[in-house]
């Protein structure tokens, strides 16, 4: 843990400064969450909501953190948790069949221009969409996020290994379809 999150923790551990700590929890890692949201959910108002949701869960379970990681890794798996979560409730809700949802997240992504504005960085985004969710994360966390894969385990509790095969297929894919269009 570094020296931030430790002076975050016991400003957060005290009953006197629990709501400062708090607040400098979010001013130090919201755009971080908003952003590793924002990747996976793609639309602004969603990955807002989905932020704030997060930091609510973690104020509700701050007693159950242990510091066996760093503030953020913990907020990340809460966060990747939350948008997973939503992005399945947000498949049934609409009665979405996979393939449904990812021609709607690409029309967005059309309508958007790109999110750079570039146009690889539009088929990036696309071929992401293709990818099954687990393997999508991987890849944003590896590639995007350039974790190891010793943190993503942490963060998914899914073994290095296992990880490592996963973002192997998500990278085949990705460099096939980029490359086909």
């Known amino acids: 843990m570094n020296q931030t999150d430790q002076q975050i923790l016991e400003q957060i551990r005290s009953p006197f400064t629990r709501e400062v700590g708090f607040r400098q929890l979010i001013e130090t890692y919201q755009r971080k969450v908003y952003h590793v949201i924002r990747r996976m959910v793609l639309i602004h ?22 510091g066996n990681s760093s503030l953020f890794t913990w907020l990340y798996r809460i966060a990747t ?8 409730k947000k498949k049934k809700r609409f009665f979405l069949s996979l393939d449904d949802h990812q021609e709607k997240m690409e029309s967005y992504l059309d309508q958007q221009g790109g999110l750079n504005g570039d146009d690889i960085q539009l088929r990036l985004q696309k071929a992401l969409l293709k990818l099954p969710e687990k393997q999508r994360l991987v890849f944003h966390l590896k590639y995007q996020e350039e974790l190891t894969y010793e943190q993503m ?10 990880l490592k095969a ?5 990278v085949k ?4 379809y980029v490359l086909s269009e």
């Open 81 to 88: 948790n939350e948008s997973l979560s939503f992005l399945e």
């Open 173 to 176: 894919k990705v460099e096939q």
């Open 166 to 170: 996963s973002y192997h297929h998500a």
């Open 45 to 66: 108002e969603d990955a807002d909501d989905l932020t704030q949701n997060t930091f609510i869960k973690a104020y509700r379970n701050l007693d159950k953190f242990e």
């Open 153 to 162: 385990a942490e963060i998914t509790g899914t073994s290095v290994g296992a």
